[in-house]
């Protein structure tokens, strides 16, 4: 059974920083690893993406600059780090992978900024 474990999220104040990581059980982000999230009351939006080479990776606007994708060299674990963070980064943060046949979703880890 495919599992995937996301970590790292926690309450933190305007500027701050945290590193979400996501955990691969039976299987690899060697296709692609994406970050969503979902704030209250608003519909889930793409964060970062990463493809399978690794040689492209994209972000939301409202990130760019301020968050990083990134894999571990076994695939096993996909990163978000989140710099200067903002009020509206408050969300329930997703990590997310699969192939042509299957689309997995981790449980989701809450990050709060607030001061």
């Known amino acids: 059974q495919v599992q995937l474990v996301e970590s790292g999220g926690g309450l933190v104040r305007p500027g701050g920083s945290l590193r979400l990581s996501c955990s691969a059980s039976r299987y690899s982000f060697r296709f692609f690893g994406k970050w969503y999230r979902q704030a209250p009351g608003k519909e889930r939006e793409l964060v970062a993406r990463i493809n399978g080479s690794g040689d492209k990776i994209d972000y939301a606007d409202d990130v760019k600059g301020r968050f990083t994708i990134s894999r571990d060299r076994y695939y096993h674990t996909l990163y978000l780090q989140m710099d200067s963070l903002k009020f509206e980064d408050t969300a329930v943060y997703y990590c997310?992978?699969?192939?042509?046949?299957?689309?997995?979703w981790g449980q989701g880890t809450q990050v709060t900024v607030s001061s």
């Open positions: 997310n992978t699969g192939d042509r046949d299957h689309d997995y």
